[in-house]
């Protein structure tokens, strides 16, 4: 069971932004923002989603239209693109329409659950945090749906980043992840990163710049609908980021 989350009085109320990056979502959407609405809801928070589509194909953007007309424009958020421009250009965007003091990122595709959210947000309350990630690699926490090698792939990104940058966290390449307006703003100012290093190198950066981390531990399920989009060439890249920011950082 999720801890308690202290109230605040109104004029000190903190507001959470949910920036969901989409593509080829339409299946997935309405549930996950349904799942979203029920948990903020349930918790008396004040809460956004902001929609970042890289104009699907599959009508992504339709559904979310009216997902918006049946949530209200003051919680759902189009922001919409005219093509498929990248994780981070997507939080980017994102962040132009937010008007959260909170940023909450995570996948629309049901790897990253909803219920995590009020543990995230008693974590950084409790600790005063400037980023709470959620891990998959510590007690607690588990990867559901994948087979060996994707198993590998990960565990191993993790561990290379581990050695060679030393950055304390257990879940570099996770993407789930709360973060103060102000700071995540900074952090994605300076990565350079793009695809399976992007997150990867905004963590290493934000240790860099000193800000303090905690984690939560999540029990990550691999997408319902659809296809992963991690390939071969991720790969190579995150290797690349791993190496630049070990002579840069």
């Given at each position: 069971?999720?801890?308690?989350?202290?109230?605040?009085?109104?004029?000190?109320?903190?507001?959470?932004?949910?920036?969901?990056?989409?593509?080829?979502?339409?299946?997935?959407?309405?549930?996950?923002?349904?799942?979203?609405?029920?948990?903020?809801?349930?918790?008396?928070?004040?809460?956004?989603?902001?929609?970042?589509?890289?104009?699907?194909?599959?009508?992504?953007?339709?559904?979310?239209?009216?997902?918006?007309?049946?949530?209200?424009?003051?919680?759902?958020?189009?922001?919409?693109?005219?093509?498929?421009?990248?994780?981070?250009?997507?939080?980017?965007?994102?962040?132009?329409?937010?008007?959260?003091?909170?940023?909450?990122?995570?996948?629309?595709?049901?790897s990253h659950?909803?219920?995590?959210?009020?543990?995230?947000?008693?974590?950084?309350?409790?600790?005063?945090?400037?980023?709470?990630?959620?891990?998959?690699?510590?007690?607690?926490?588990?990867?559901?749906?994948?087979?060996?090698?994707?198993?590998?792939?990960?565990?191993?990104?993790?561990?290379?980043?581990?050695?060679?940058?030393?950055?304390?966290?257990?879940?570099?390449?996770?993407?789930?992840?709360?973060?103060?307006?102000?700071?995540?703003?900074?952090?994605?100012?300076?990565?350079?990163?793009?695809?399976?290093?992007?997150?990867?190198?905004?963590?290493?950066?934000?240790?860099?710049?000193?800000?303090?981390v905690e984690?939560?531990?999540?029990?990550?399920?691999?997408?319902?609908?659809?296809?992963?989009?991690?390939?071969?060439?991720?790969?190579?890249?995150?290797?690349?980021?791993?190496?630049?920011?070990?002579?840069?950082?």
């Amino acid at each position: 069971m999720a801890p308690k989350i202290k109230k605040t009085s109104a004029a000190g109320r903190n507001k959470y932004t949910v920036i969901l990056p989409t593509y080829n979502e339409r299946k997935n959407l309405p549930i996950i923002t349904w799942m979203l609405a029920k948990m903020f809801e349930e918790n008396s928070l004040d809460w956004e989603i902001v929609i970042v589509d890289d104009a699907s194909p599959d009508g992504t953007q339709e559904i979310a239209k009216q997902l918006q007309k049946l949530y209200t424009s003051s919680h759902i958020i189009l922001a919409p693109r005219s093509g498929k421009l990248g994780l981070g250009t997507a939080y980017v965007h994102g962040l132009k329409f937010a008007t959260g003091n909170f940023i909450i990122i995570m996948d629309a595709d049901f790897s990253h659950h909803p219920s995590a959210i009020p543990t995230m947000i008693a974590r950084q309350k409790a600790t005063g945090a400037d980023i709470v990630t959620g891990t998959r690699y510590a007690h607690g926490g588990g990867v559901y749906g994948w087979d060996v090698t994707r198993k590998l792939v990960s565990r191993g990104a993790n561990l290379i980043a581990d050695t060679v940058l030393r950055p304390g966290v257990s879940d570099l390449t996770g993407s789930f992840r709360l973060y103060k307006k102000d700071v995540l703003g900074r952090v994605i100012g300076l990565t350079r990163g793009k695809g399976y290093s992007f997150q990867m190198e905004m963590m290493v950066r934000a240790k860099a710049l000193g800000y303090k981390v905690e984690e939560c531990p999540i029990r990550f399920v691999d997408r319902v609908y659809g296809e992963s989009k991690l390939g071969g060439g991720e790969i190579v890249e995150y290797l690349k980021g791993v190496f630049t920011l070990w002579l840069n950082v």
